[in-house]
């Protein structure tokens, strides 16, 4: 079974930061792609930042700049730095990857359960 951790969120004021953290545990071959998504209340889900199977990385227009997408491949743990927060970026983060769990199997996606992230202005 594989799991994915999200920590790191937490009340902020605007211009503060803060680093979330993504670790995936249980059987993992290889992980293809990480994403960091966000919720904000009454809005859908929107990508934030994600690792491409290349190894590149991509931001929302709304972060660039601001956000960081980083990771350990050793600790199969990504992370999101997250400078001059803003109230706007107050969501739910979820963290997603697209792994193998043994040679074989297929990509399967997988979800952390998230964490809260709250901007005050």
């Known amino acids: 079974q594989v799991r994915l951790v999200e920590s790191g969120g937490g009340l902020v004021q605007a211009g503060g930061s803060l680093r979330l953290s993504c670790a995936a545990s249980?059987?993992?071959?290889?992980?293809?792609?990480w994403d960091w998504y966000r919720q904000a209340p009454g809005k859908q889900r929107e990508l934030v930042a994600s690792f491409t199977s290349g190894g590149s990385t991509n931001y929302a227009n709304s972060v660039k700049g601001r956000f960081t997408i980083s990771r350990d491949n050793a600790k199969n743990t990504v992370y999101l730095q997250m400078n001059s927060l803003k109230p706007e970026d107050t969501a739910d983060y979820y963290c997603?990857?697209?792994?193998?769990?043994?040679?074989?199997?297929?990509?399967?996606?997988?979800w952390g359960q998230g964490t809260q992230v709250t901007v005050s202005s």
């Open positions: 997603h990857a697209s792994l193998k769990r043994d040679y074989l199997t297929p990509l399967s996606d997988y």
């Open positions: 249980g059987s993992i071959f290889r992980i293809n792609t």
